[in-house]
């Protein structure tokens, strides 16, 4: 039995290379002389590869008959038109589809696997080939990742999230104010903010913060308020915790300048004083394809 895939979306990142040398908007541009030999030639080489690993990507496509569509990150994409989502670059590559993506599958390669962070991206250009000729046949295995539905903010309301969330002022010097509420219990906080992860996103900064590594395929989810402010021996009852599913957390700024960043810190929104966002287990699991 054949899978019918009509449309793939092929997203790309852009190197280092690109976007500070070659970009014409960039204050580096032509001033490579200026940085150590080393590093140039490292970012010189994974440029290489990463347009290498996109053109070999992009050549199998064609040769196998697939119509695709290719965008870069950050460009305005209707993921609804596509059956197959191919991201070529490193996680966050992958973390901008994921957030895009609702019943598609999606399949994450790493363009360069000696220095970008690919936990996401199961396939390298070699394997590449092989694992879309068993999509192609449908004989391709498929594993659940889930994810967090944000809503109360417009902006936000519905996005699905693979990594985590932070939330906290938008100076990272400035303590956070906020509100918290989980399980029936309510906590005005001040702190360094407040991450919520996915048990997918719970190897990541969650964990170096103090939380604990979720099992990848869990529907529980986790929240760490960081470097809570003890003033006047102020005592905590909500610090960190894994919550089941069908629990929800709810954040009120207290906070002029508060900021939501979502899968890293290329996605942020502003969180003003007196909104609310709510953050729950979502009931779509990404569908990745599993090597």
């Known amino acids: 039995m054949t899978n019918k895939i009509k449309k793939v979306l092929l997203l790309y990142k852009k190197s280092v290379y690109t976007n500070y040398f070659l970009n014409k908007k960039s204050s580096l541009r032509h001033k490579e ?12 080489l994974i440029h290489g590869q990463h347009h290498l690993t996109l053109q070999r990507v992009e050549d199998c496509l064609k040769t196998l008959g697939l ?17 197959l989502v191919l991201t070529v670059g490193g996680d966050g590559t992958f973390l901008e589809a994921a957030r895009n993506v609702q019943q598609q599958l999606i399949l994450g390669v790493n363009s360069s696997p000696d220095s970008s962070v690919g936990r996401f991206c199961a396939a390298n250009i070699k394997i590449f080939p092989q694992v879309i000729k068993r999509i192609m046949k449908n004989r ?8 967090l539905r944000l809503s109360g903010l417009p902006e936000l309301h519905g996005v699905n999230v693979l990594n985590d969330v932070l939330i906290a ?12 509420a989980i399980n029936g219990s309510e906590e005005e906080q001040r702190s360094s903010g407040v991450w919520i992860s996915t048990a997918a996103g719970s190897t990541g900064a969650i964990l170096s913060a103090g939380g604990r590594a979720l099992p990848e395929a869990s529907k529980n989810f986790q929240y760490l308020c960081r470097e809570l402010y ?12 894994v919550l089941p599913p069908q629990q929800k957390i709810r954040v009120t700024s207290l906070m002029r300048e508060g900021m939501v960043f979502v899968d890293g810190s290329r996605n942020s929104w502003p969180f003003a004083f007196g909104q609310t966002l709510t953050i729950e287990h979502s009931p779509q699991p990404l569908r990745v394809v599993e090597l």
């Open 33 to 44: 002389a200026s940085l150590p030999p080393e590093s140039m030639q490292r970012l010189r």
């Open 230 to 241: 003890v003033g006047n021996k102020k005592v905590y009852r909500l610090k960190k915790g």
């Open 140 to 147: 391709h295995k498929i594993k659940l990742f889930h994810r």
């Open 67 to 83: 119509k695709y569509q290719k965008s870069g990150r950050g460009q305005e994409v209707n993921y609804k038109n596509f059956d």
């Open 169 to 180: 002022h938008r100076n990272p010097a400035a303590m956070s104010r906020y509100c918290l």
